[in-house]
Structures are given as structure tokens and as C-alpha cells.
């Protein structure tokens, strides 16, 4: 497939448009301000000028699924004033290659892992990384995160780790098909998200609240959502090399 840089832009540009009037109407929808939402687009697969296409067109936050994939494009793409975050699973054996790479991690799922980004961040020119928690809200065995009935213990026990700054929670929910079952999912997930910021639990702040992608954006933000993780809504499908 070849493609020109214009087509890239007026594809690219088209489908942001489409998905920033969902936003907005999903904000109105739940009494929410606009500003409470960022939107993040998600890169992995999509090459550097389409990804440069979407900068353009204003996105300020983009999301990897892979260390080195990410280490590999960034040098392709205009990421002043853009915060890149690692969105995918990680393994301890590449926490050092990317912390201080990132602005965010936000799959942290396990106090081995929180223990390797703590020490990982502390021989980092900035000396922290600023992580989420990722939740395994349907406590499904093949995929990653934390089960919702550990999430509490881990927190406490992460919490005090030098350099580690829990800032919220990540979820990736089931595959759903119900407008009514989405909704319910991400309900309790803001429920959970509330409740832990209710605990002030020291060291730890509970501001963002990663969840909902292209097929279920519209149901996370009427639930509380306060990022959205959006990657062939933007890009279109993804083609797996
Ligand atoms: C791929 C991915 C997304 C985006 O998925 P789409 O359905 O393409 O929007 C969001 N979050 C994570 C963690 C992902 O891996």
C-alpha cells in the first residue's frame, strides 16, 4: 500500500474530527467539561508519517505498545510539547530501556515490576516515573493487569517506592457487545477509581483514569473516564507485520 503524505493528513484529520464531536457530545451527554478528557492516540503498527498526520492535526498525547518499537520510530516523529506513554504489557528485563523514555507508564501490574520502574527511575536525570496501575476489571485469566481484589494491596505496598508516582488507573475491560454492558463495566471501574482516591492513600494520587478505545470511548467518558485510548478509530485497521 502506498501512500502520500496528504492522504495520510486528510485521513488522519477526518477521522480525529469525527471522533472529537463524539467526545464532545459524550462530555455534554454526562454534564462533563471537555477539558476533563485527553484523548491519546494509539501508534502501535502505524507508521511514523501517519503518526506525524495525527500530531499535526493537534493530538497531544500518543500511546506504545512496545519498548522497542517505540524506541525505534520516535526519532521520526515531532514529539515536541507531546507526551508518549507506554500503554503494552512490560517485561522487567526492559524497564531500563524505557524509563526516562516516556512520560508515562501505564501497565503496571505487579509489585516486581513497580519495583524495577522505582529503581529504574531513580538513576534518571528526573528521578521519577509517573506510572498507572493497569486493572484487570474483568478479572479475566489471559489478560494482563491486576485482579480488582489485589489492586488495594498492591497500591499500599507500591506506594512508598522511591520515584514511583502512582498518578491513576488504566483498564482494559472485556470484549462487550451491549451499549448497557459496556456501561456497566466502566461503572465500576470509576466506582473502584473513586473509592481509592477516597482512601488517600499517602503518596499516591488518583487523577487519571485510562480507559475506553475505539469501539467503547463514548460509554468510558459517560462513565468517568478521564483518557481515552483510541488507535484504528484514528489510524484505521491495523496491519500486523
Ligand atoms: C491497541 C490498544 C488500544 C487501542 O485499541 P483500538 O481498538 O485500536 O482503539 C488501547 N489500549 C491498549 C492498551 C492497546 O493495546
Redesign the pocket.
Known amino acids: 500500500m502506498t501512500e502520500n503524505l496528504h492522504d495520510n493528513h486528510a485521513y488522519v484529520r477526518e477521522n480525529l474530527a469525527r471522533i472529537e464531536e463524539q467526545i464532545q457530545a459524550a462530555c455534554a451527554a454526562a454534564g462533563r467539561r471537555r477539558e476533563e478528557v485527553t484523548l491519546m492516540a494509539?501508534t502501535?503498527t502505524v507508521d511514523a508519517a501517519r503518526i506525524n498526520a495525527a500530531l499535526a492535526a493537534g493530538v497531544t498525547h500518543i500511546?506504545e505498545?512496545r519498548v522497542q518499537e517505540f524506541l525505534e520510530k520516535r526519532d521520526a516523529l515531532q514529539l515536541d510539547g507531546v507526551q508518549a506513554h507506554l500503554?503494552?504489557h512490560l517485561q522487567t528485563n526492559k524497564v531500563r530501556r524505557i524509563v526516562g523514555e516516556v512520560d508515562m507508564i501505564?501497565s503496571i501490574d505487579s509489585e516486581r515490576l513497580a519495583q524495577a520502574v522505582s529503581r529504574a527511575a531513580a538513576e534518571t536525570e528526573r528521578g521519577h516515573c509517573d506510572v498507572l496501575v493497569e486493572v484487570n476489571i474483568g478479572n479475566e485469566d489471559s489478560k494482563s493487569g491486576v485482579p480488582v481484589a489485589e489492586l488495594e494491596p498492591l497500591l499500599e505496598k507500591i506506594a512508598n517506592f522511591p520515584g514511583l508516582r502512582v498518578r491513576g488507573l488504566m483498564a482494559?475491560p472485556p470484549i462487550l457487545h451491549t451499549e448497557a454492558e459496556k456501561r456497566a463495566v466502566f461503572e465500576q471501574m470509576y466506582k473502584l477509581f473513586v473509592d481509592i482516591r477516597g482512601k488517600n492513600v499517602d503518596n499516591i494520587t488518583m487523577e487519571i483514569l485510562s480507559m475506553g478505545?475505539?469501539?467503547d470511548y463514548v460509554e468510558a467518558i459517560r462513565e468517568g473516564s478521564t483518557m481515552v485510548?483510541?488507535?484504528?478509530?484514528i489510524f484505521g485497521k491495523?496491519e500486523y507485520h
Not at 485510548?229 to 478509530?233: D, F, K, Q, T, V
Open positions: 494509539v502501535k500511546g505498545n500503554i503494552g501505564q482494559i478505545m475505539s469501539m485510548r483510541i488507535g484504528s478509530a491495523r
